[in-house]
């Protein structure tokens, strides 16, 4: 099993970018997703998860809700976050976790937000 997360970067408040987390060896359609971050100094935070079913149900901390928005690829194997309008306090580093027991997790990419 890889999670191998990529996007991340420098964006100035209020821009976008979108963050990839490219799965492998396993059935990447079988599985929930869930985006989380940990901000420097800080804890863990769940932000954003997306169901494996045809539905592709999807769900928001509060944090982002409205700002984010998740996707999957299953041909691409394949976990988006589109990320917009971000501030000061998005700034974290991204990780990619597999299903709703978090079994697996990506080495997270760096998202800074600074002017």
């Known amino acids: 099993v890889q999670l191998v997360e990529s996007g991340g970067g420098l964006v100035q408040p209020g821009g976008s970018l979108r963050l990839s987390c490219a799965a492998s060896g396993f059935t990447f359609s079988a599985y929930y997703f869930n985006w989380v971050r940990q901000a420097p100094g800080k804890g863990l935070e769940w932000i954003s998860r997306i169901n494996g079913d045809i539905t592709d149900g999807t769900y928001y901390a509060d944090s982002v809700k409205d700002r984010f928005a998740i996707s999957r690829d299953n041909a691409k194997n394949t976990l988006y976050l589109q990320m917009n309008r971000v501030k000061p306090e998005d700034t974290a580093r991204y990780y990619c976790?597999?299903?709703?027991?978090?079994?697996?997790w990506g080495q997270g990419t760096q998202v800074i937000v600074s002017s």
């Open positions: 976790v597999r299903g709703t027991q978090g079994d697996y």
